[in-house]
């Protein structure tokens, strides 16, 4: 088992629609969750992080953690195309004196003007 | 304005040849860290660092060295043992924290010719 998965996509969606992004992770000791785009051939970028069981809103961008299912999802209103990029999920704990951060291998989205 | 530099954005190397890539940050941040990007495989890291003049390998080391001389740079050498060395690398840096998201580079390509 991965420790960190995500459905790979694409994952299409059309303009102004919802997208849904879901990721599972294994550790139980995890304590923070981001999520992190990634446009093609760029670096990833964060933009959202949730530590605590419930929802986080950031403008259009909404995370969602469960900590029991050991589930965390990124749900995106109203999809622009600027929105089609990898997603990245990414679980960090601290273990040992540092912090130990396991990605996702990341969702494709694509939205259809 | 605060970020991460990484330089060269796309670097070819010789068989047998060592290559250093240069990663730079200006956050103030204490912990760096080298990510190796291929497709399909999400990231790996390579070497992370909490504090200058210390650094720990990470999950695929093998093939790699590194150096923390100062805060705000942390370069990353690609040796002639890495046998596979032809991915995208990023650097990325962090407060102390499970709280704290990445701030990654721009990513250097590199490229075995």
């Known amino acids: 088992q991965k420790e960190v998965e995500q459905n790979s996509g694409p994952l299409s969606v059309p303009e102004g629609a919802i997208a849904s992004l879901n990721c599972t992770y294994s550790?139980?000791?995890?304590?923070?969750f981001f999520w992190y785009r990634q446009y093609s051939g760029k670096s990833p970028e964060l933009i959202m992080s949730?530590?605590?069981?419930g929802d986080k809103e950031d403008g259009r961008f909404t995370a969602q953690l469960n900590k029991a299912s050991q589930y965390v999802s990124l749900l995106i209103r109203d999809s622009q195309p600027s929105d089609s990029a990898t997603y990245l999920c990414?679980?960090?704990?601290?273990?040992?004196?540092?912090?130990?951060?396991?990605f996702g291998t990341g969702t494709k989205l694509q939205v259809i003007p | 304005d605060g970020g991460i530099t990484q330089s060269p954005k796309y670097l070819f190397r010789k068989e047998g040849q060592n290559v250093t890539l240069s990663c730079e940050q200006n956050?103030?941040?204490?912990?760096m860290y080298w990510y190796r990007q291929d497709p399909g495989q999400g990231l790996r890291l390579i070497y992370y660092?909490?504090?200058?003049?210390?650094?720990q390998k990470g999950d695929i080391a093998e093939g790699y060295s590194v150096s923390r001389e100062k805060k705000e740079s942390f370069p990353l050498t690609v040796t002639s043992a890495q046998k596979n060395p032809t991915a995208f690398y990023l650097c990325?840096?962090?407060?102390?924290?499970?709280?704290?998201?990445?701030?990654f580079g721009s990513g250097t390509r590199l490229t075995v010719v």
């Open positions: 990325a840096s962090s407060g102390q924290g499970v709280m704290f998201g990445y701030t």
């Open positions: 550790d139980r000791g995890s304590q923070s």
């Open positions: 949730i530590y605590s069981n």
């Open positions: 990414a679980v960090n704990r601290h273990s040992g004196g540092y912090q130990k951060v396991t």
């Open positions: 956050l103030n941040h204490d912990a």
């Open positions: 660092s909490q504090i200058v003049n210390d650094f």
